[in-house]
């Protein structure tokens, strides 16, 4: 049997990865890798998650399975902190699943038993495992115009051209905030037009959000997915506790399934909790009875969005500072938009054999396309990388 097996296309990223560590250059830097770093180059487990799992080790008395859906005080508090009160929670179905990752595969999965003809259209450019992931389970997949390598900023004109291609039943895939890979992200008038084209044509919206805080703030980064969940009569929502609670080993994400048809409830939860049993049967607990005593705490809550914020501007330091130095090398502001995108990503718009150029010449390791990890920088490798983008032609 094994004979027959086929060898699979090595994951780019974690090709990268292994690259990096076999460089011996002391000088190297790692901005492909997407987890937050600080300026020592370690991801911190976060105060509160440490307070939390302190408490957690004293008080827990057991470790059974929790329901097919995982704990519903997880989901409540997740449906709230993304949500709000945009949505009444009756309208709301969900499911925690292993990581964001994870919700997006149950999401793919649930599109295609609901309906095998819808065709899902991805962002250009998309995090890869979307496309990789769509690819296995055989649903069509087609690309909309998103990112502009020239302004590096969105094409909204190539989005919404695109999507008008779109036919009633089929599902876009949409970045809550932080766009991945190009930190380019819409703005609240382009929003409410994407959201009437998909009311017009009858298109439904998955929004995937895993940098909520990340970028302009907790409550500001949730801002798009609440336009679309109360909008649209209905849509799904894959949301990731890793970035945002620094928890990227504990594997802790939702999915939600929104509908207005309050009648729908009862359907769409028995069909996620379904889909959990047929692929991972009852998930992960750990994270999320973490993140649900950070955000039904006060004290914790407190520490926890203190603590995201410092990590969210120290981000938006570095785009500042990067794009500050840029200028002052260059002499013109053709790099000022790292400083405009948001997020842990940017993406240069220069072209892979560039990019091998800064890996092979100057240590510096970033994604094929461009993508680079802003959060992997840090005050000193700052100004290297800078005088490297304008020494290498870029």
Known sequence: MFQNLKAQPADKILTLMQAYRDDPRDNKIDLGVGVYKNAEGITPVMRAVKAAEHRLWKEQVTKAYTGLAGDPAYSDAMISLVLGDAVARENVAAAATPGGTGACRQAFELIQMANPDARVFVSNPTWPNHLSILSYLGIETIAYRYFDDETRAVDFGGMLEDLGAARAGDVVLLHGCCHNPTGANLNAVEWQAVIDLLNEKGLIPMVDIAYQGFGD???????????????????????????????????????????????????????????????????????????????????????????????????LDLRKSLADELQRLSGSDRFAFLAQHRGMFSRLGTTPEMVEKLRADYGIYMIGDSRMNIAGLNAQTVPVLAKAIIDAGI
């Open 217 to 315: 703030g907790l409550e500001e980064d949730a801002t798009a997915t609440r336009m679309v969940a109360s909008q649209v009569p209905e849509c799904l929502i894959a949301a990731s506790c890793s970035k945002n609670f620094g928890i990227y080993r504990e594997r802790t994400g939702l999915l939600m399934a929104v509908s207005q048809d309050r009648s729908q409830h009862g359907l769409n939860q028995g069909t996620l909790a379904f889909l959990n049993r047929q692929n991972f049967s009852f998930p992960p607990d750990h994270g999320a009875r973490l993140v649900t005593m950070i955000l039904s705490d006060d004290a914790l809550r407190t520490e926890w969005a203190a603590e995201l914020e410092e990590v969210r501007l120290s981000m």
